[in-house]
């Protein structure tokens, strides 16, 4: 009985989620899935228990930052931070470090083993978010600290601030709504299916229907309409 009340709590909360601005985390992201998302196109759903990772994710950075609270060489200078209100994207931050010397913005990823041995440099799409982090607040050097879920292990890199990768970023991201804006589906990306971002899409039945290049999303989305959300 509760087994089937707690998944239909989670499942329920991913329903009619149509966006309406970018987040942090769809820097460098591929532009059709974001279309999609903001079209609240039919998807496949995420099953609870991946959900519930995602909520697991939240204690995980719990964790972390009880102890940073308690140490006397670091300083939070502050922590869940949102970022500037402008009008393209939002985020938060976990959380402005200080070691006395330097400001450091702190993002904390946790993943499962099988990732987190294999990591020996940060994963690219977390070093593009925390470019834009760094970008809005304008802090020089930012941590990627990530926990193993499993073990409980631990591994940090240092990401210098690259202004060019942050002026593509937010390029791409304007590029991409006006897009949206105008109703232009944006191709697939290059490498489609093999990209790992097509592995995970929600959106990759209605993408194989749409073919490869641009197309007008209003002669599209009759084709899809009774694909359940
Ligand atoms: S399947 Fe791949 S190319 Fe298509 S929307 Fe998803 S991520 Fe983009």
Redesign the pocket.
């Known amino acids: 009985m509760l087994k089937e009340l707690i998944d239909q709590f989670y499942l329920d909360k991913q329903r009619d989620k149509e966006q309406t601005h970018f987040y942090v985390t769809d820097a460098g992201k591929?532009a059709?899935?974001l279309f999609?998302k903001f079209k609240n196109a039919p998807r496949k759903e995420i099953e609870a228990n991946i959900l519930r990772l995602f909520d697991h994710g939240d204690h995980m950075h719990q964790l972390i930052m009880k102890p940073l609270l308690g140490i006397r060489d670091i300083h939070v200078v502050a922590s869940e931070v949102n970022i500037p209100p402008q009008e393209i994207i939002s985020g938060r931050c976990d959380a402005i470090v200080s070691d006395g010397k330097s400001l450091y913005v702190l993002d904390i990823k946790s993943m499962n083993s099988m990732i987190f041995d294999k990591l020996s440099e940060p994963k690219e799409e977390n070093v593009d978010q925390l470019q834009l982090y760094l970008h809005y607040f304008k802090v020089p050097k930012g941590i990627l600290l990530y926990v193993n879920k499993n073990t409980l292990n631990l591994k940090e890199f240092l990401v210098s601030y690259d202004q060019g990768r942050a002026f593509s970023l937010l390029n791409d991201l304007a590029e991409t709504k006006k897009q949206i804006d105008s109703g232009k589906m944006p191709p697939?990306?290059s490498d489609?299916?093999g990209?790992w971002?097509?592995r995970y899409?929600q959106?990759?039945e209605i993408?194989g229907m749409a073919g490869a290049g641009q197309i007008q999303w209003e002669a599209f989305k009759n084709k899809v309409e009774f694909i359940a959300k």
Do not use: E, I
Request: with cysteine; aromatic share 20%.
């Open positions: 591929c059709r899935a999609f697939r990306l489609y299916p990209n971002q097509c899409c959106f990759r993408c």
